[in-house]
C-alpha cells in the first residue's frame, strides 16, 4: 500500500484555470504539507496543517488553498494558474521524526 | 528564506569511494534529516539526527552534527551505482503546534560504475 499518494502524477493546463491536486496518507500522521519543487529542485514549503492548525507560507500567492476534508486528506486547489506555477508539487506527512513523501505532481501550465 | 546550504552542489565518484556531502545552517533546530530523490521521484527518508546527538549511523550511512558549527555531514561509504541520485539535508523546527522542514539546496551526487 502507498503511504502517501496523491493525484494526479502529471497536470498539463492553461494560463486561467482552476486545477486541484489530491493528496491522501494512509499512514494515521497528524500533520501534512505540501511543498513545491522548482527546476532547480529548490524545496520550497507551501502549506503545513494538522487539525487544530494550518500554517501558510506567506509568500504563497492567495491563488493557492489547501483543503482537508479529515485527517488522512489534504488537498491542494490552485486558481487562475499562471506559467510561473510549473513545478513539481510533493504532498508530505509526519507523526515524530522524518517526513514520508508522496511521488509528486508535475504541474505544467501553457 | 532557505535555511540549509549544501556542498558541494554535485559530486562525482567511482563505484566502491566513499561520498561526503556536506550542510549548513541558520537558526536553531529540533533534528536534521537527510533524504535522498532519484530523478523523477519523491524524496525519501534516510537518517534523524537530533540537536543533542553527535553522530549517527545507518547501514553505510554516517551522519554528524555539529550544533556549535551549525553544520552537518553526509558520509555514504563503499558507494555503488544505485546511490546516484540527489540528497538533501533538511533542518526541523517547531513553529506552534506544527512542525515544520526547511530543506537544503541538494548535492547531485553521482557515482559511476
Known amino acids: 500500500d502507498t503511504a502517501v499518494s496523491q493525484t494526479p502524477k502529471y497536470l498539463v493546463t492553461q494560463m486561467g484555470n482552476d486545477k486541484s491536486i489530491k493528496c491522501e496518507q494512509n499512514l494515521g500522521h497528524d500533520t501534512m504539507y505540501w511543498y513545491k519543487q522548482d527546476s532547480k529542485k529548490f524545496l520550497k514549503i507551501m502549506f503545513s496543517?494538522?487539525?487544530?492548525?494550518?500554517?501558510i507560507n506567506e509568500t504563497v500567492p492567495n491563488r493557492f488553498s489547501p483543503k482537508s476534508p479529515d485527517k488522512a486528506h489534504l488537498n491542494l486547489h490552485i486558481n487562475s494558474l499562471e506559467l510561473g506555477d510549473s513545478a513539481v508539487y510533493f504532498c508530505a506527512s509526519s507523526q515524530e521524526g522524518g517526513y514520508t513523501f508522496g511521488s509528486g505532481t508535475r504541474l505544467t501550465v501553457v | 528564506s532557505q535555511q540549509g546550504e549544501e556542498d558541494p552542489q554535485a559530486l562525482s565518484i567511482q563505484e566502491g569511494e566513499n561520498a561526503t556531502m556536506n550542510c549548513s545552517y541558520k537558526t536553531s533546530i529540533n533534528n536534521l534529516q537527510w533524504y535522498r530523490q532519484n530523478s523523477g521521484r519523491g524524496l525519501v527518508h534516510l537518517i534523524l539526527i537530533r540537536s543533542n546527538e553527535r553522530e549517527k549511523h545507518s547501514g553505510r550511512l554516517r551522519v554528524t552534527l555539529d550544533t556549535s558549527k551549525k553544520s552537518s555531514s553526509l558520509l555514504i561509504t563503499a558507494s555503488r551505482a544505485a546511490d546516484t541520485a540527489s540528497y538533501f539535508c533538511a533542518t526541523s523546527r517547531s513553529s506552534g503546534s506544527a512542525r515544520q522542514l526547511t530543506f537544503g539546496s541538494g548535492t547531485q551526487l553521482t557515482v559511476l560504475p
Open positions: 496543517y494538522n487539525n487544530k492548525e494550518l500554517i
